[in-house]
């Protein structure tokens, strides 16, 4: 039995075609993955299935029977629920008020919240997806969040449940967790379409992945008849090097040195207890380690947004007593930031403005205050080519760019601004392989040219592929150094969860 | 000691007077914030409402068709900031200003040209009268208590509306659906809530709130319509409001506060000796905006009113 069927669906964006005729038969108890780059159409079909876009033309079939799906009551009345990208709770409301909103149990007019409470603990155990009721959600990790999520759509019986780049905010073990469940609910007899560009993901888990690219449909592959190149050459159009490439490193003299760095967290507790190490010129440090364990705390030092508690910053020899944005990047700081959007980007500004952000101060962009733009439009012209922005329309908002497209205008703005040390914090976070191969490549030519660069990345295989040393962070310490050579990606795995330790050679 | 009771009574019963007027408007404004939607327009509705109500006492010699007439004018004005800020999804502070600035411009001209006067309305049938209040005669004489002997029937209105307010966000399921709009309205998009639905009603039904907030001035307090009429108290509503945190009861405690240097002022002003009676008047008659300054100081930090508060809604193509 057909589960959902979709023909001939297009859907036309202002100046895009993001879904053009694309046919999809998605079997009821599969898991169906559906895989592309960043605006390849995924996230675009997924939302006309649920209601939340209206097709320009094509038919849905839902269990062999057509159907005109206009809002989300509509997809939820087909036994359709969707776990978005971007969670949809309410922050401030407890993990039963999100689950039964909409469809609550009611006495009359009055909410019955003793029920919903009950209702919730039934189903959390009837799932096998444990949760606390009367938890806040704002109180909740990610993971758990994702959880109320998957909760939400299945007390309205859903059947089929869409996951909308699920694995994107998770941690490894939070994804695994999310597979087992992915399982469960199979054996349930539940069909999930399992949006994703992490091809290794992909394979992990579906049973049959449906390739888009540029709103195109590539083909529909058995995971058993392919592998993770075949997909990627599918997904990008081209053969794709997925290895990262490798260069020596002609280290030179220490550029950023880190002495008993102890910092808070927003949250007021110590973050970061005291950690020491130095960055040299030339060479590309990793720091790995689950989310949340310091990673935070350390950019907001190197940065300047937080005031450490204890310990010293020394930045090209010189030890800054107080850091601010401002000092450290004019003494040569270039930072790429984990989340784009809140620290990259000026969302609704355009390519040129954002370009020069941070340089708008100086010559030729400006004079006595008054911004020069023929020079900031050729200079954006310039590094939008160079940096192969896409659109090259100098005056698109970042808004409108794709997360690729968005990280490649902000290395393009930080790498014209002159810097002696590159923190890239989560530089591929989110991105497909195209965009992720493209960073991969400017990060080794930083290195060729001599720059010190710390990478802080959750990702096991980037740290090994990319750093020339490893140092390993878990709970605000750093309880391992090594080198990609001497250490596998299961000895890292341990020390990110604190079940190895490591002595380290004194600084 | 027993002399003194009358005078504190008075005073209590003069605070709640005082309190009306503005509870209401922060009433309103929980209602419609709550939502999402911000209604700065509070000030100007109850100008409206308190000239409505007045008109239509006027015209019918009774005061309830006044009432009518009152919360007639806050649907309407309610509908039209609905129709800007929900409809169209426009900026809610201009719309509010907009509706504060009409207000301003048309209500003076509706006083001239129907009742031909400059500055008030004449007299006409209200719910202050002695024979309209609510009379509780076995109150009387008791201390504290004995202030709710003799109220309008607008000020038990807006006391027992605290509490219907409070069981409606906090206990019903429109409520729940209400603070869901106002928190994460695409969540509640994707539950099936019809957001748009919601928002016009709490838009609207926070504006007809507002201007029972302007009835109690003209038709509580006073029995006419005066030019100078709201003075700020939406507005104080508003800050009311926050300093409560979008809550009811948190609207209706800040308020009790500003109403007691309310009637600190009035009792000052009469009675003040000593050193008390060097501070000039004006001072006594800028405490309660002081307080409400004051106030907002000290708590706009911690306040944190809903997620999307003031963030207009767009339903995706």
């Known amino acids: ?12 964006f202002p100046g895009v075609l ?48 057509k159907v005109d799906i206009k809002t989300p009551h509509d997809a939820i009345g087909l036994k359709i629920g969707m776990v978005h990208q971007e969670f949809m709770l309410v922050a401030r409301f407890t993990v039963t008020q999100n689950i039964v909103l909409g469809d609550e149990p009611s006495k009359g007019i009055v909410f019955d919240y003793k029920k919903a409470l009950s209702e919730v603990k039934e189903l959390s155990e009837k799932f096998v997806l444990k949760v606390d009721p009367a938890e806040k959600v704002a109180n909740l990790p990610v993971g758990i969040q994702q959880r109320v999520e998957i909760l939400k759509i299945l007390r309205r019986g859903a059947e089929i449940l869409i996951f909308d780049e699920p694995t994107a905010v998770l941690t490894p073990e939070e994804t695994e967790d999310l597979f087992k469940t992915l399982m469960k609910l199979k054996k349930d007899g539940k069909t999930i379409i399992f949006i994703s560009h992490k091809l290794k993901e992909v394979m992990a888990i579906a049973d049959r992945i449906a390739v888009l690219r540029r709103g195109k449909l590539q083909g529909v592959v058995e995971k058993g008849k392919t592998s993770e190149v075949e997909l990627a050459r599918m997904v990008v159009g081209r053969d794709v090097v997925l290895k990262i490439p490798k260069a020596e490193a002609k280290v030179g003299g220490t550029v950023v040195s880190v002495r008993d760095l102890m910092v808070k967290s927003k949250r007021g507790i110590v973050g970061l207890k005291g950690v020491s190490f130095d960055v040299r010129a030339g060479e590309i440090v990793g720091i790995a380690g689950v989310e949340g364990n ?31 944005p401002f000092n450290i990047r004019k003494k040569g700081m270039a930072y790429i930031p984990k989340d784009r959007k809140m620290r990259g980007l000026v969302l609704p500004f355009r390519s040129r403005e954002n370009i020069i952000m941070g340089q708008h101060t100086l010559y030729p962009f400006s004079k006595n205050g008054v911004l020069n733009s023929i020079e900031i439009d050729k200079f954006a012209t310039k590094k939008l080519e160079e940096f192969d922005v896409r659109p090259r329309d100098i005056h698109t908002k970042a808004r409108n760019l794709s997360g690729g497209n968005q990280q490649k205008l902000i290395l393009a703005k930080e ?18 392989i195209g965009a992720m191969e493209f960073v991969y490549h400017k990060l080794i030519e930083e290195k060729e040219k001599g720059v010190a660069i710390l990478l802080i990345s959750l990702e096991l295989s980037e740290i090994m592929g990319l750093s020339d040393r490893i140092l390993v962070l878990y709970n605000g310490e750093i309880v391992g150094e090594t080198t990609p050579d001497k250490t596998t990606e299961e000895e890292l795995g341990l020390m990110m969860l604190g079940l190895k330790r490591q002595k380290r050679v004194a600084q | 000691m027993n002399s003194n009771i009358p005078f504190l009574n008075a005073s209590i019963a003069q605070a709640l007077d005082y309190t009306a007027p503005i509870l209401f408007a922060a009433l309103g404004g929980v209602m419609s914030e709550n939502a999402g939607v911000v209604n700065i327009a509070l000030e100007g509705m109850m100008r409206f409402a308190a000239f409505f109500g007045v008109w239509g006492s006027f015209v019918s010699g009774n005061a309830w068709v006044g009432l009518l007439w009152g919360v007639g004018i806050g ?91 409070h069981f409606v966000l906090y206990h019903t399921v429109l409520g729940l659906r209400i603070r869901a709009v106002g928190e994460n309205p695409h969540a509640a998009e994707t539950l099936g809530i019809n957001v748009f639905k919601i928002k016009w009603f709490a838009v609207i039904a926070g504006s007809v709130l507002a201007a029972f907030g302007g009835l109690a001035l003209s038709l509580g307090t006073l029995s006419s319509f005066t030019n100078s009429m709201a003075m700020g108290k939406g507005f104080i509503g508003l800050a009311a409001m926050i300093f409560g945190k979008w809550t009811p009861f948190g609207a209706l405690g800040a308020i009790l506060i500003f109403a007691c240097a309310q009637v600190l002022q009035l009792f000052m002003q009469g009675t003040a000796t000593g050193f008390a009676k060097l501070i000039p008047l004006g001072f006594y008659l800028s405490l309660p905006y002081m307080l409400t300054i004051g106030a907002l100081i000290g708590v706009v930090g911690k306040a944190v009113g809903p997620a999307s508060d003031g963030v207009p809604y767009k339903k995706e193509s």
């Open chain 1, 1 to 12: 039995m057909k589960a959902l069927e979709v023909k001939g669906i297009v859907k036309q």
């Open chain 1, 18 to 65: 993001a879904n053009d005729s694309i046919n999809l038969s998605i079997n009821k108890g599969e898991i169906y993955a559906i895989v592309g780059e960043n605006g390849a159409g995924k996230s675009t079909l997924m939302k006309i299935i649920y209601g939340l876009y209206t097709p320009t033309s094509g038919e849905i079939f839902v269990f062999d029977k």
């Open chain 1, 294 to 324: 310091g990673q935070a705390e350390l950019v907001n030092a190197l940065i300047g947004f937080t005031r450490p508690v204890n310990g010293t910053i020394t930045f090209d020899g010189k030890e800054l007593r107080v850091i601010t």
């Open chain 1, 415 to 432: 790498m014209s601004m002159e810097h002696k040390f590159l923190l890239a914090s989560q530089p591929t976070r989110g991105l497909d």
């Open chain 2, 75 to 165: 649907i309407v004005l309610g509908a039209l900031h609905a129709y800007i800020t929900v409809k169209w999804a426009g900026d809610q502070i201009i719309s509010g200003v907009a509706i504060n600035v009409m207000a301003m411009g048309m209500v003076t001209y509706l006083l001239e040209s129907i009742f031909r006067t400059t500055g008030y309305s004449p007299p006409v049938a209200y719910f202050g009268a002695p024979a309209s209040k609510i009379h509780l005669t076995f109150l009387k004489g008791i201390p504290i208590l004995g202030a709710f002997a003799e109220l309008t029937i607008l000020i038990w209105f807006a006391l027992i509306l605290v509490v219907v307010l």
